[in-house]
């Protein structure tokens, strides 16, 4: 019979059992997480029950009806991203200890980064792994709000964000700009009025001003961002909300919405007349990109050396003393 889970027997097999969960939880299914777990249904099947009788209670729902987490499934899960969250950190400190910088370092930024000319992240990658090639980095894509959490958590050790509202747990380096740009998709009703175009050129005689946007069907950012304050201020409804930039792009192009994208990713699509700018000197603006860690904490040393990798890389891009 085995011994329930207790705060003071957590064990190697219970840390491994609940990242299983985790990743089950994080994939939407057993089936999901084959891959990412690289073992069998039947054995991530196994883990779960293991980990159900360690805790003393059902975590999650599996059959016909599809995979779901019960309400002490979700609160196991909350518990269980704040352990392994405290366990990285940890890890991290460790690898500091050492005289050869090692371990994992975690960063997270906001979408289409690569496409940015003045983004220069794949440069400090490169610095900073000629610099430390004994470390890993582990990269992903995130909502802004996801990742200031997962900074201020630990989750992640540093983030590449708009810079939007301030935070109290967080510091901001400015790294870059990208200037937004509303537009719509061949097809729209303003696909072909004044003001649209490559560049906001006229291309008709139909005429459309700021007011009228209100009538059309908005998509945007769900979350507190440039992107909210500027729909915000233009009046105009959110009609579907979207996590990042590739899915709004995907609803541009249906011709069916107005929204705010980067213009170095629009410009393709401009060039090839599957957009179209709306009324660009009055609905344009310019977000400001920028590094964030946490605040009154020693970061450790690798953050330290990826942080100042981005700044030099940046630099041109940032008046110097230049920090918010």
């Known amino acids: 019979m085995q011994t329930r889970l207790s705060p003071h027997r957590l064990s190697n097999v219970d ?35 293991d980990l159900e009788t360690r805790v003393g209670m059902k975590l999650c729902l599996r ?4 995979f779901a987490l019960t309400r002490e499934g979700e609160m ?10 405290a366990l990285n950190i940890f890890q991290g400190d460790v690898d500091d200890i050492h005289s050869n910088l090692r371990g994992t370092l975690r960063i997270a930024f906001f979408d289409l980064a690569a496409r940015n000319p003045e983004a220069a992240l794949s440069n400090a990658i ?30 992640f050790d540093i983030g590449v964000v708009p810079l939007h509202q301030r935070s109290d747990g967080l510091i901001f380096h400015p790294l870059y700009r990208e200037t937004m740009v509303l537009y719509c998709g061949k097809g729209h009703p303003l696909y072909n009025c004044r003001g649209t175009g490559d560049l906001g050129k006229e291309n008709s005689e139909k005429n459309v001003d700021v007011e009228q ?5 908005f998509a945007g950012f769900g979350f507190s961002s440039p992107n909210m304050t500027s729909r915000q201020k233009l009046g105009l409804k959110l009609s579907s909300r979207v996590h990042n930039e590739e899915a709004l792009m995907v609803l541009l192009l ?25 009324l660009q000197a009055q609905t344009s603006y310019q977000t400001r990109l920028g590094a ?33």
């Open 15 to 49: 840390i491994r059992l609940l990242k299983v969960f985790r990743t089950v939880a994080e994939c939407g299914g057993f089936a999901a997480s084959e891959f990412e777990l690289n073992v069998g249904r039947s054995t991530i099947s196994r883990h779960i029950s």
């Open 76 to 85: 196991v899960l909350e518990a269980s991203n704040r352990l392994i969250d």
């Open 63 to 66: 059959g016909p009806g599809g």
């Open 126 to 155: 490169a610095s900073f792994a000629e610099q430390a090639g004994n470390v890993s980095l582990e990269l992903s894509t995130e909502p802004p709000n996801v990742i200031e959490a997962g900074v201020v958590s630990g989750r």
């Open 213 to 217: 946007l209100f009538n059309f069907k």
């Open 292 to 324: 964030i860690v946490r605040k009154h904490s020693d970061l450790g040393r690798k953050t330290d050396l990826f942080l100042k990798c981005l700044l030099e890389t940046h630099s041109a891009n940032v008046p110097s003393g230049l920090s918010v």
């Open 254 to 278: 249906s011709g069916h919405y107005i929204g705010f994208l980067p213009d170095h990713v629009a410009k393709p699509f401009v060039e090839s007349g599957q957009l179209a700018a709306l």
